[in-house]
Nanobody
């Protein structure tokens, strides 16, 4: 089992920055695919970013150029650096992990592909 715990959310003004962290209770990131999702009230869960292979990251168009996903295998921690935040980034952010399977570059975008989920951390951006 893998338990994921997010932290780092908060309230910021438009244009500000936050860094989200996702700690794995078990250091298992080296054998898993990992990503970030978000969900705003009344909306479906939305894919944000993922690490699809060693050193290769993909991003949703809405966050590309502003958000950076990274991981630190030694500490078993996943990060999401969020810069130039906008009010439309307001949501609860979740990290997720999945066992390594083929064709992950395409599959990484879909929530149903992920097996393990954190409890989420709230990000609120005011204008």
């Amino acid at each position: 089992q893998v338990q994921l715990v997010e932290s780092g959310g908060g309230s910021v003004q438009s244009g500000g920055s936050l860094r989200l962290s996702c700690a794995a209770v078990v250091n298992a990131y080296s054998s898993l695919y990992i990503g970030w999702f978000r969900q705003a009230p009344g909306k479906e869960r939305e894919w944000v970013a993922a690490i699809v292979s060693e050193g290769n990251t993909v991003y949703a168009d809405s966050v590309k150029g502003r958000f950076t996903i990274s991981q630190e295998n030694v500490k078993g921690t996943l990060y999401l650096q969020m810069n130039t935040l906008k009010p439309e980034d307001t949501a609860r952010y979740y990290c997720a992990a999945a066992p390594r399977v083929p064709n992950w570059t395409i599959r990484a975008l879909f929530a149903y592909e992920y097996v393990y989920w954190g409890q989420g951390t709230q990000v609120t951006v005011s204008s």
